[in-house]
């Protein structure tokens, strides 16, 4: 056998062992409800923080943000950190500390404190949908590796579509049903102390990516600025939209004047392309106050600190390692262009059907063809065992909320703390099992269409609810008198549909039972890109919500809290 294959099966052996050990290890601490779901609210901050990393850092964005770098050749993505930060600020102070005084452990039982136990309820059951989407769809893209993994072992007989779906959708099942395993043992803890390990890996990885590339592309990064010189190469701000820019790179190139746009015509553009300042400073903000105020998978992570100061250190310190963990992870998507199209020629590179180089794929094909033996090991282990680490959260969550805002009020529940864990566990596995569905059908979507790209996949599957959600949760925390029961549904329904109606999801489900459906959207109305989506379903939510008052017997049980 090749000592290269040998280390990496060690290593990979290894670290599975080790993450499976830290389950059981903290099987014995995770008896009761808050031990299981909130570490006892124990967890030092800076573990808080390395779990808040790894699950942004996930295996959809370890891939899927170096295809972004190699795609466009830019910072461009790198834009959206300006809203992230904001938005961690205004987490910090305000939505964390609600949830640490009115201490909860589903944060949707803040919403029934606030209006009722229907507005929970809804609320809730539109993240375990979301979530259970969003996570589902993730567990394809480990899986990457493995048919990557048996092109470069067999160069004269590709898989085709099939043959890569039942191949990555049997290691997508393995690695599913492992993750259940240990976060149904060890409960969040382990979730949390095994992202530790898988954030150490990752950035040794990222590390050894920058080094090799520089390394052996002639010049460095000054040789590599030498190739970029086609127009967006190396932007980083992006003030006007896709159509706008195309249609001023075309009148550059072919000497003419550049054209006059109107206000809506600039508007419109930007709010049909996925990377712009506007984007950044509005879109992100808004999603990230989603992602990380609204969805119990991000918030019950913040909700293990010690107290909210800790909490909210962890937060805010999170999103300024975003800056270089994202602008790395960019550079070598762009140095990997370079790198394949100008350097070296490599006949194996993965492509797709027109014979171009497959984005999603690129950084998977280099670590499994440039890192050294042992290396590339630990890279795949951390890989999938990142998976694993958002996975885990995601159950742990999903069951968390399942539980305490639905099974225990149908069902009653035990005093025993013991057998209403034992409830959560017995959940957990059941959201696995939903999630692999997920995932086959998401691995299925992939391997008959392989020129989708990741990160909208991921990030656009937010969109369409989680607007909804942050409305309400807005007219909660920002508002004393507004908002009802019957006034919060209508108003997440409105979020929803607007939403719909902007990015044509119309459409686009009549067409899978009718192809030949015309465009049911009005031809002024635009298709706004994911970074826009939670915004405007947050802001038409909101302002409906607002129109209705809160009974007065609902404000003072909420002043006597």
């Known amino acids: 056998m090749n000592w290269k294959l040998t280390a990496d099966l060690l290593v990979i052996g290894a670290y599975f062992a080790a993450i499976l050990g830290i389950g059981v290890y903290f099987s014995r601490k995770s008896g009761d409800v808050s031990e299981f779901t909130l570490g006892g609210r124990s967890i030092p901050w800076w573990a808080v923080l390395a779990s808040i990393l790894a699950s942004e850092i996930s295996a959809g964005t370890f891939f899927g943000t170096p295809g972004e770098g190699f795609h466009l050749r830019n910072f461009t993505y790198a834009q ?9 600020f205004v987490v910090s102070g305000v939505f964390i500390p609600a949830f640490y005084r009115h201490n909860v452990v589903s944060i949707y039982e803040f ?4 209006f009722g136990p229907r507005t929970r309820r809804v609320a809730s ?12 769809s993730r567990l394809w893209v480990p899986t990457v590796l493995i048919v990557i993994m048996w092109n470069l072992a067999n160069p004269g007989q590709r898989l085709g579509a099939w043959d890569q779906f039942w191949l990555s959708g049997a290691a997508l099942v393995v690695v599913s049903l492992l993750t259940a395993m240990y976060t149904a043992i060890g409960g969040i803890k382990a979730v949390i102390w095994t992202d530790v390990i898988q954030i150490v890996v990752l950035f040794g990885a990222l590390g050894f990516s920058l080094w090799y590339l520089l390394g052996h592309i002639p010049g460095g990064w000054e040789g590599a600025k030498a190739f970029l010189t086609q127009p967006g190469d190396l932007q980083f701000l992006r003030v006007n939209g896709d159509s706008v820019e195309k249609a001023m790179a075309v009148a550059k190139e072919a000497g003419a004047a550049v054209p006059e746009f109107t206000f809506w015509e600039r508007c419109r553009s930007v709010l049909e392309s996925e990377y712009t300042i506007w984007a950044a400073l509005f879109g992100s903000m808004f999603t990230t106050m989603a992602t990380h105020g609204t969805d119990q998978d991000m918030v019950q992570r913040m909700l293990t600190a010690k107290n909210k100061r800790e909490s909210a250190r962890a937060t805010i310190l999170s999103g300024l390692a975003d800056f270089p963990v994202v602008f790395a992870v960019l550079a070598i998507g762009i140095l990997l262009s370079v790198y394949y199209q100008n350097v070296v020629t490599d006949p194996l590179l993965p492509r797709n059907a027109k014979g171009e180089p497959e984005s999603s794929q690129i950084f998977p094909h280099f670590v499994l063809t440039v890192m050294p033996g042992g290396l590339r090991g630990l890279v795949v282990a951390g890989v999938l065992a990142t998976t694993m680490g958002s996975l885990g959260t995601a159950l742990n969550s999903l069951a968390t909320s399942y539980c305490r805002d639905f099974h225990f009020r149908w069902f009653g529940t035990s005093e025993d703390e013991g057998a209403r864990v034992t409830v959560i566990r017995k959940a957990t596995v059941a959201f696995a099992l939903v999630l692999i569905g997920i995932g086959l059908g998401t691995a299925y979507v992939k391997a008959h269409n392989p020129g989708l790209r990741i990160i909208p996949i991921i990030l656009g599957s937010f969109g369409y609810t989680y607007g909804s959600l942050l409305g309400i949760f ?10 009802n029961e019957r ?9 929803f549909v607007v939403v719909a109606v902007l990015s044509d999801l119309h459409t686009g489900l009549v067409r899978l039972v009718w192809a030949g459906c015309p465009d049911l959207r009005p031809a002024w109305l635009p298709v706004v890109e994911f970074p826009w989506r939670i915004l405007f379903g947050t802001v038409v939510t909101f302002l409906v919500a607002v129109c209705f008052r809160t009974p007065e017997e609902q404000m003072r049980r909420m002043a006597a809290v």
Request: a positive charge.
């Open 80 to 88: 959206l950190l300006v809203g992230y930060i904001f938005a961690r």
């Open 111 to 114: 919403l029934e404190t606030r």
């Open 125 to 136: 059951a539109v993240f375990l949908l979301t979530r259970a989407l969003a996570s589902g």
């Open 474 to 483: 807005m007219v909660g925390l920002f508002t004393k008198t507004r908002g």
């Open 487 to 495: 006034g919060n549904i209508m108003a997440m329904a409105a979020g």
